[in-house]
């Protein structure tokens, strides 16, 4: 979207349209990060963050900014994790309180009479130098409150930092407030997959909301920087990393068919029992057999195959057609690049959570022991590509373990 030499009439069609892509994306950072792209695009915004309303407060969701670190999809800062208060002292405080849509020439020139002000913590770290800033409450068209946008330093056509101008002021907004409606259905789907696997937990204690989503998010994470060097179009990656998070976040739901008394077990599981959980990557696998969606095939994939290992002495194996009747396993083990890539990927993204976790038979293992076993297990039990991806973004895996901690 750009609206420059355009008449007012092609670019509602424009942002229309961008409204209608976004009504096809699931996961709420995949929406989070086009609304956001597109936002910036409309206003020629160097940078720009969405804070999303949760637990009363405005929690920092998501971030762009060319200047410090580009656009190439594989971001730590994505997953710096504060939250604001939402009252009169912020700027986006103030928008999400009062409803009202700022506009702000220059960020170091406020008048100081104003109850808000703006934190220089950022550029001061940073060395980035703030000035224009044009900040939008995030609301459905019904009222509801979903959070807020800011813009940072919109630039014309040579790109120099300007003044946020009418047109940013009559679009921005317009596209903002259709945009909340696709933001709130992602935060919708997502709160349903965690209130399943809240489910899981509910039989399996390790099964937490946390771990599902570091789990997901390491995935989603691994699979666009691969996905980048195969040479696929940055719009299909982006649209098949909107599903991989999701399904990630899902690999572990046919626990939810293995007896209480193995998963809750106080101690190493026997060779009997061992082999009555693995059948968990079955019964999940059978939970999306009836594939309606790209979602549910990604779904069977990584439920059914991320114990598979790379040298074919993984589990489950192949099953017979029929998978909805889990009627046996075969021995045949799939192995190599016959294992599903996203299975592969979120192989090693769940060893290295599990590993880093307490479980009732063991403490979390120091990061350093885990790292030693993933680059001893390269070529293994897991993808060399996939572990070499893990060690090129492994400032954005720190920051995703950071943000998505155990809370008591």
């Not at 942002?15 to 996961?27: A, F, G, T």
């Amino acid at each position: 979207m750009d609206n420059v030499c355009k008449r007012p009439m092609d670019i509602v069609k424009n942002i229309m349209s961008v409204i209608e892509e976004l009504n096809h994306l699931k996961d709420v950072d995949t929406i989070l990060d086009r609304v956001l792209f597109e936002a910036r695009h409309l206003t020629r915004a160097d940078a720009g963050s969405i804070f999303l309303i949760q637990d009363g407060q405005l929690r920092f969701s998501y971030v762009h900014n060319d200047t410090l670190f580009g656009n190439n999809g594989v971001n730590k800062h994505v997953y710096t994790d504060f939250t604001v208060p939402i009252n009169d002292k912020s700027i986006v405080g103030y928008a999400a309180l009062t409803g009202k849509t700022l506009v702000i020439d220059d960020a170091y020139e406020l008048d100081k009479n104003l109850p808000y002000s703006f934190n220089r913590s950022f550029d001061e770290e940073s060395g980035y130098a703030t000035r224009s800033i044009l900040t939008i409450p995030l609301k459905t068209l019904r009222g509801a409150a979903v959070g807020v946008l800011q813009l940072i330093n919109a630039r014309d056509e040579e790109g120099v930092v300007r003044p946020f101008n009418e047109d940013d002021l009559k679009y921005a907004p317009f596209f903002a407030n259709h945009a909340s409606v696709a933001i709130e259905r992602g935060i919708m789907t997502r709160e349903l997959i965690l209130r399943m696997m809240k489910m899981a937990e509910m039989r399996d204690p390790s099964e937490t909301g946390a771990h599902v989503m570091r789990v997901g998010s390491y995935t989603a994470e691994l699979y666009h920087k691969i996905a980048q060097k195969l040479g696929l179009e940055e719009h299909e990656i982006r649209r098949t990393k909107d599903l991989i998070r999701l399904a990630a976040m899902l690999h572990d739901v046919g626990k939810v068919g293995i007896p209480d008394a193995i998963l809750k077990k106080p101690g190493r599981l026997d060779k009997e029992e061992f082999a009555t959980i693995q059948w968990h990557t079955v019964f999940g696998g059978a939970l999306f057999v009836n594939t309606t969606s790209e979602l549910d095939s990604l779904c069977l994939d990584i439920a059914l195959h991320h114990h598979e290992r790379w040298d074919g002495n993984g589990y489950p194996g192949v099953l017979n057609d029929d998978l909805a009747r889990v009627e046996r396993l075969c021995i045949q083990n799939l192995a190599g690049e016959d294992i599903p890539l996203p299975a592969r990927i979120c192989a090693l993204a769940d060893v290295y959570d599990a590993l880093g976790s307490v479980r009732s038979y063991k403490n979390a293992w120091p990061e350093e022991r885990i790292l030693a076993l993933v680059r001893e297990e390269r070529g293994r039990h897991f993808d060399p590509q996939v572990v070499d991806t893990f060690f090129e973004i492994y400032d954005t895996i720190q920051a995703i373990k950071s943000k998505y901690q155990e809370r008591k």
